[in-house]
């Protein structure tokens, strides 16, 4: 009886799974035709003023355009489009673009990385990677507490760190973070960490994560030798 109990609740499971997959399918064509365009605009004359306001506007009009784009993404093959980038300046750029959130939490984004430090990679992608790991890491860490954004050179392979202070992930739901339309907030769709893995993989890369009650650690490598498709980024975007 217990047994029958078991694959009852798992198919239960499964079946409210895959409705949520469904139902964000719909939500995605939505998104692209209703949301994407009025933001494009909205980016594009607030660029176009001057003052904290308008930087803050464009921002967060980024960050909006960011979650739309997770939802587009998903399903959706991964081809990343692979040119020499600066790992320092991934990270730098990923702490700007997210400073005023974690200020009004005040929570301090650190950055360490090893100014030489370089990949082949594709740029947009890790970008987008970086900013669901570092958004969820917000999410997570109380006041008062600290996001680090690490990067360097281990042999053949680059590896970014990103580690939180917060109260860490249950031992049981880290085996299935990374699964689709999986969540640990309320908040979220659980679609992030989902297209975390999927662009990691992409770059023949690996991540792991490690959690305790001081802090949880996301870390990602990926082979420093992959095959540049485009010219390399001579600066900082």
Do not use: W
Not at 211 to 221: D, L, P, W, Y
């Amino acid at each position: 009886m217990e047994s029958l109990t078991e694959e009852l609740t798992k198919e239960r499971e499964e079946r409210v799974r895959l409705e949520r997959l469904a139902a964000m399918g719909e939500m995605a064509m939505e998104l692209a035709h209703e949301i994407r365009n009025p933001l494009g605009s909205i980016e594009l004359y607030a660029s176009m003023l001057e003052g904290e306001y308008a930087e803050q506007i464009v921002n967060s009009v980024r960050l909006l355009n960011h979650s739309v784009t997770n939802v587009l993404q998903f399903g959706k093959p991964i081809v990343p489009i692979k040119e020499l980038i600066s790992v320092s300046c991934l990270l730098e750029g990923v702490q700007a673009l997210l400073q005023p959130i974690a200020r009004q939490k005040t929570i301090r984004i650190l950055t360490e990385c090893d100014p030489k430090c370089s990949a082949i990679a594709d740029y947009e992608l890790l970008h987008r990677m970086l900013l669901n790991l570092v958004l969820n890491a917000l999410r997570e860490t109380p006041a008062q507490g600290i996001v680090t954004l690490e990067g360097r050179v281990l042999e053949d392979e680059v590896v970014i760190n990103v580690t939180d202070t917060g109260p860490g992930i249950h031992a049981d739901q880290i085996a299935h973070i990374f699964d689709s339309a999986f969540s640990t907030s309320r908040e979220g769709f659980g679609l992030g960490l989902a297209i975390v893995k999927r662009i990691v993989e992409s770059h023949n890369g690996a991540i792991a994560v490690s959690s305790a009650r001081t802090g949880t650690q996301f870390s990602v490598s990926i082979p420093r030798n992959m095959e540049v498709t485009r010219e390399p980024v001579a600066s900082c975007r």
